[in-house]
T-cell receptor, first 117, second 113 residues
Framework: AQSVTQLDSHVSVSEGTPVLLRCNYS??????LFWYVQHPNKGLQLLLK??????LVKGINGFEAEFKKSETSFHLTKPSAHMSDAAEYFC???????????????FGSGTQLTVLP | DAMVIQNPRYQVTQFGKPVTLSCSQT?????MYWYQQKSSQAPKLLFH???????NEADTPDNFQSRRPNTSFCFLDIRSPGLGDTAMYLC????????????FGPGTRLTVL
């Protein structure tokens, strides 16, 4: 079974300061991990993904995440927050399962990021 | 640009009045998904198609049905909407490859009055 825990339901930062959104996962097999962003009344946009290649993954808009197997974590970071980063962020896991085929996505509960001027 | 399109973007319907939401894709992906997302919650998978094979989640109400007439289109039919069905409905696609991510449409915001 796979699961995702987003440790903070709300994060508030000042513009220009670093962003850290925390995510821990549980997976029985080699997982794929994703971060999606959702702006109000919009669909989900993929920020970045980890699929067993480099453990430090760079995404769009200056975001990056590091896969740490020993800590079962996949935290999302950005060096300097921008007002346009204010949105809901979802950490998502998908693993192959014993048959080797991709399973469905399992979503975290989401983290609402607020950026203060 | 290849994309996932949902129509309408906003839909208001009355309690019990059937409604159909539409999703189309130009990505030629063989897997399509429908999610329901209520306010301040994560998306919840309703069902998905693997080509023409329909896969229903165990807890999806019978009130929700789906059709996929061809690779490009998929429809979500709500036969008798209740107030609790007010939500954002998201369509997503995936290419049949182990690690490929899902591509989401912009969603249809449904309000049941």
């Amino acid at each position: 079974a796979q699961s995702v825990t987003q440790l903070d339901s709300h994060v508030s930062v000042s513009e220009g300061t670093p962003v850290l959104l925390r995510c821990n996962y549980s997976s029985s097999y080699s997982p794929s991990l994703f971060w999606y962003v959702q702006h109000p009344n919009k669909g989900l946009q993929l920020l970045l993904k980890y699929t067993s290649a480099a453990t430090l993954v760079k995404g769009i808009n200056g975001f990056e995440a590091e896969f740490k197997k020993s800590e079962t974590s996949f935290h999302l970071t950005k060096p300097s927050a921008h007002m346009s980063d204010a949105a809901e962020y979802f950490c998502v896991v998908s693993d192959r399962g014993s048959s080797g085929s991709a399973r469905q996505l399992t979503f975290g509960s989401g983290t609402q990021l607020t950026v203060l001027p | 640009d290849a994309m996932v399109i949902q129509n309408p973007r906003y839909q208001v319907t009355q309690f019990g009045k059937p409604v159909t939401l539409s999703c189309s894709q130009t990505l030629n992906h063989n897997v399509m998904y429908w999610y329901q997302q209520k306010s301040s919650q994560a998306p919840k998978l309703l069902f998905h198609y693997y080509d023409k094979d329909f896969n229903n989640e165990a807890d999806t109400p019978d009130n929700f049905q789906s059709r996929r007439p061809n690779t490009s289109f998929c429809f979500l039919d709500i036969r008798s909407p209740g107030l609790g069905d007010t939500a954002m409905y998201l369509c997503a696609t995936r290419r049949e490859s182990s690690y490929n991510e899902q591509f989401f449409g912009p969603g249809t915001r449904l309000t049941v009055l």
